[in-house]
T-cell receptor, first 112, second 111 residues
């Protein structure tokens, strides 16, 4: 079983719709969770951090964490063509110090 | 300069060459990382430095040699690489377990 799993996509979303991305992780003791956006040929860019159960909103992005079910999700509201990218889920497992484990990423395509 | 910078941005090297990648962080962080990203593969952690001491070597071949002279600078020395080492090499930094911030990466091609 992979430590951090994401659907590779592509997730095709009409412009203006909500894109919903999911990530599951295996280490129940994980404490910190991050979403990164990576455009093709570029480096990952941090867009959200979440540490406790529930929702966290930042602009058009909402991160949702459910530690009991071991999943973290990202919602992108009012999707724009500029949101087309690969979204990486990263988890800081228990006792891993400051190391992150990354999922394989979900490719999102927003169609005008 | 702000954030995390990396040089060179692109590098083409032969299998017998020796080259070095440089990373510098301007964020005052105490940890730095090297990652490898190959096509269609997840990010692979290579090395971790905390307070300029190496704390992780993720079974990386010895043809990759990291160096961290201080908490702001990180190098990756490359020698006798293989074509399968062609990838995007990313440097990142963080303050303890806070989020990691990535540099723009070096696109390496080994011929």
């Amino acid at each position: 079983q992979k430590e951090v799993e994401q659907n590779s996509g592509p997730l095709s979303v009409p412009e203006g719709a909500i894109a919903s991305l999911n990530c599951t992780y295996s280490d129940r003791g994980s404490q910190s969770f991050f979403w990164y956006r990576q455009y093709s040929g570029k480096s990952p860019e941090l867009i959200m951090s979440i540490y406790s159960n529930g929702d966290k909103e930042d602009g058009r992005f909402t991160a949702q964490l459910n530690k009991a079910s071991q999943y973290v999700s990202l919602l992108i509201r009012d999707s724009q063509p500029s949101d087309s990218a690969t979204y990486l889920c990263a988890v800081n497992p228990w006792a891993a110090g400051n190391k992150l484990t990354f999922g394989g990423g979900t490719r999102v395509l927003v169609k005008p | 300069e702000t954030g995390v910078t990396q040089t060179p941005r692109h590098l083409v090297m032969g299998m017998t060459n020796k080259k070095s990648l440089k990373c510098e962080q301007h964020l005052g962080h105490n940890a730095m990382y090297w990652y490898k990203q190959s096509a269609k593969k997840p990010l692979e952690l290579m090395f971790v430095y905390n307070f300029k001491e190496q704390t992780e070597n993720n079974s990386v071949p010895s043809r990759f040699s990291p160096e961290c002279p201080n908490s702001s600078h990180l190098f990756l020395h490359l020698h006798t690489l293989q074509p399968e080492d062609s990838a995007l090499y990313l440097c990142a930094s963080s303050q303890d377990t806070q989020p990691q911030y990535f540099g723009p990466g070096t696109r390496l091609t080994v011929t």
